[in-house]
């Protein structure tokens, strides 16, 4: 479907499902119409508060419109059930929207599983795909890209529970289209995620698309890596099904968690500590400036025809201002042309 | 005489009132880098913000009215902004800039840098020798005074202020002893009339509109003049082939296009502006004589937009009510501001 405006991208926001209420979407999306000429944003949700968000805050009116939406589906509620009930809600009506052509791409900080949903029902699959990936990206020790991005990809990390080797070649391609193209990365290296280095470990999924991956030409596959390298950055992309990805990712998560915890445990403890600490604090800044999450806005979900972005649920309005400008980007490359010449037999 | 001869020998009808700087033209003097750079420009160099020539002529074109424009720029660049005007086919009956070499000769640094006691004294000045029944539609913009002072003025001259109100005000405001005898000087030949229809704000800055909704409804903060437009369209000011011309000349000159223009209308609604018919308007407007316009594309598309901006709001909200402005609670609003801040009130 040819694009709105040429020249011009809209990102239809999901202004409903943050943690933080729509304020800090609103807020977000408000950034990038002082910061980015060529996006709109289009704002979906309940009207009346979007206003209200709005009236106070600095923005660029010729760059942002609402659309009004009655419902919502909220972090707890199931997503099937949500939508069938609420066919208003918010995000379905972006998502809506995103198909319609009334907007570019989506971005959704609200229930991950209704903004996938959503999307299923209203975007279409890229032919080759069977699933669609949710990826996420993480801090690294090695730098990626010509940007030199201090982050790796990994998908899937919930959309699928289990994935065929079909599955897998599909979400290798998609992950490569994507580090092309958002990381400026023009070789980027794929790996599968498995439980050793050599072509035959891991369960028969894996094995097969190893065979095929390894095939496979235009796409940089490394083979193997194991979760120690993940954290590493060993390859630009790492390949799992679902489960491994969700589990891999919030070990993840936990662990930085509990790193900081010690921190502040360090810092009330000793003195001595607390100088050591002191003495590091610009060091430690850096490093969260660097693996700051905040700063790569959201993590696609790939494999439809239209771009989704999932923004964190307690993104706040830099994080959703990124969302919006990495779905652009997105827009703006052709992401979804990408991946289907990558899948083209 | 430095003024253009005035054709038209009927009294004015509709005054419209028109700051330059940041209202009319694109201008940055937030440094004295930039400060250093606007006074050398030539007539040539200088840019107009986008629709605002557009919207002038057509607010003249219907004769029976008078452009007053009124700058805090200093009286030796008036053959440099005449000549930009003349440029832009901008025809101008009164053309007041401020005496800034007196204001430093005389070591009255408040009155450099301030605008109440100018602009005020100047308005109220030419609405002396403004016919009692003319009706006033005034443009401004947010990086100074605009906004308290033209609210100021309006209310004045429409005697809603008392004498020891303004008296405070001005006293607050710390004006000079000679501005303030002048501001009553002129406020006692004028006879009492409530004449300002609006009072256009361009959001140079980007204040939050919100800012302004102390001011009432009389206020309207504009991003661009297609919004100014509409709301004269809504107000009966100008007619939909007018304000069809005015959004030509921002997509042909300056690459506006079906968004922005159709976020710019969905802008207006959804603060409240009675626009519900303009849409019905400007379609009616491209199937009758001025079908012409049809063929300027994207007009046809903009017009169809913004019945699905309007039908994606769902109910519109009741229009802002009615304000009395406390202008001594307001005076941060008209004093001058230092360095870029974001709006006068502050986030």
């Known amino acids: 479907m040819p694009r709105l405006m040429p020249g011009s991208i809209t990102i239809a926001f999901d202004v409903m499902g943050s943690d933080h209420g729509p304020m800090e979407v609103v807020r977000g999306a408000a950034q990038l119409s002082l910061e980015a000429p060529h996006i709109h944003a289009l704002l979906v949700g309940q009207r009346a508060a979007i206003d209200a968000a709005l009236a106070g805050i600095r923005h660029n009116g010729e760059r942002i419109s609402v659309h009004h939406a009655p419902d919502f589906v909220g972090m707890g509620e199931k997503p099937e059930h949500a939508l069938r009930d609420k066919p208003e809600a918010s995000v379905a009506v972006a998502a809506r929207l995103v198909a319609d052509g009334e907007a570019d791409a989506m971005v959704a900080p609200g229930n991950t599983g209704a903004a996938i949903v959503a999307c299923a029902r209203s975007f279409k699959l890229i032919p080759g795909v069977r699933r669609a990936a949710l990826a996420a990206v993480y801090p690294t020790r090695t730098r990626h890209g010509s940007k030199l991005d201090p982050f790796s990809l990994i998908l899937d990390v919930g959309a699928t529970l289990e994935a065929s080797a079909d599955d897998l070649v599909a979400f290798a391609v998609m992950g490569s289209a994507y580090a092309r193209v958002i990381s400026r990365n023009a070789h980027p290296s794929v790996a599968l995620l498995s439980n050793g280095t050599e072509p035959n470990k891991g369960p028969p999924n894996v094995v097969e698309a190893h065979r095929r991956l390894i095939a496979m030409k235009g796409l940089h596959f490394i083979g193997n890596v194991e979760g120690v390298d993940i954290p590493q950055g060993s390859a630009d992309v790492v390949v799992c099904d679902g489960f491994v990805g969700n589990v891999c990712l919030k070990m993840l998560e936990g662990v930085h968690d509990t790193v900081a915890e010690l921190a502040r445990y360090a810092y009330r403890s000793k003195l001595k500590w607390r100088l050591g600490l002191a003495m590091l604090s610009s060091g430690i800044r850096q490093l969260q400036a660097v693996t700051d999450w905040q700063q790569y806005g959201g993590a696609p979900v790939l494999g439809f025809n239209r771009i989704l972005i999932k923004a964190h649920g307690r993104s706040r309005a830099r994080a959703i201002a990124n969302a919006g400008k990495v779905a652009a980007k997105a827009v703006a490359a052709q992401l979804p042309r990408a991946i289907a010449e990558g899948l083209r037999p | ?347």
Do not use: C
């Not at chain 2, 005489?1 to 005035?6: F, G, Y």
């Not at chain 2, 040539?44 to 002529?57: E, H, N, Q, T, Y």
């Not at chain 2, 506006?256 to 400007?282: E, T």
């Open chain 2, 1 to 347: 005489m430095t003024l253009p001869d005035r054709i038209d020998p009927r009294p004015p009808k509709h005054i419209y009132r028109w700051d330059l700087d940041k209202t009319y033209l694109q201008s940055e003097f937030d440094t004295f880098r930039q400060l250093m750079r606007s006074a050398f420009q030539k007539a040539s160099d200088k840019v107009a913000i986008p629709g605002a020539a557009a919207l002038i002529r057509e607010l003249r074109a219907r004769g029976d009215s008078k452009l007053f424009i009124l700058s805090g720029s200093p009286k030796q660049m008036r053959a440099v902004l005449e000549g930009k005007l003349r440029l832009d086919g901008v025809e101008w009956d009164e053309l007041v800039l401020k005496d800034n070499v007196r204001n430093l000769l005389r070591g009255r640094f408040r009155a450099l840098r301030g605008q109440l006691g100018f602009k005020l004294n100047a308005l109220l000045e030419s609405r002396a020798a403004t016919p009692v029944d003319s009706d006033e539609i005034l443009f401004g913009d947010d990086a100074e005074a605009d906004a308290f002072i033209y609210s100021l003025y309006a209310d004045l001259i429409a005697g809603r202020v008392k004498e020891d109100d303004l008296r405070k005000i001005v006293v607050a405001a710390e004006l000079y002893r000679d501005e303030v005898a002048a501001i009553f000087r002129s406020l006692e030949k004028i006879s009492t009339a409530d004449p300002v229809r609006r009072i256009f704000i361009h959001l140079d800055r980007l204040t939050p509109p919100a800012v302004f909704s102390t001011f009432g409804p009389r206020v309207v903060p504009v991003f661009n003049y297609f919004q100014a437009a509409l709301v004269l369209l809504g107000d009966g000011a100008l007619t939909a082939p007018q304000v069809l011309r005015v959004a030509a000349e921002m997509v042909q000159s300056a690459g506006y296009n079906l968004l922005m223009l159709s976020n710019s209308f969905q802008d207006l609604i959804r603060r409240g502006l009675p626009l519900d018919k303009v849409a019905a308007s400007l379609t009616q407007a491209l199937d009758g004589p001025e079908a012409l316009l049809s063929a300027l594309r994207p007009m046809p598309d903009i017009v169809a937009a913004f019945s699905k901006r309007i039908a994606a709001l769902g109910t519109p909200p009741a229009p802002p009510a009615p304000v009395s402005v406390d202008y001594l609670a307001l005076l941060k609003h008209a004093r001058p501001r230092t360095g870029k801040q974001a709006d006068p009130i502050g986030e």
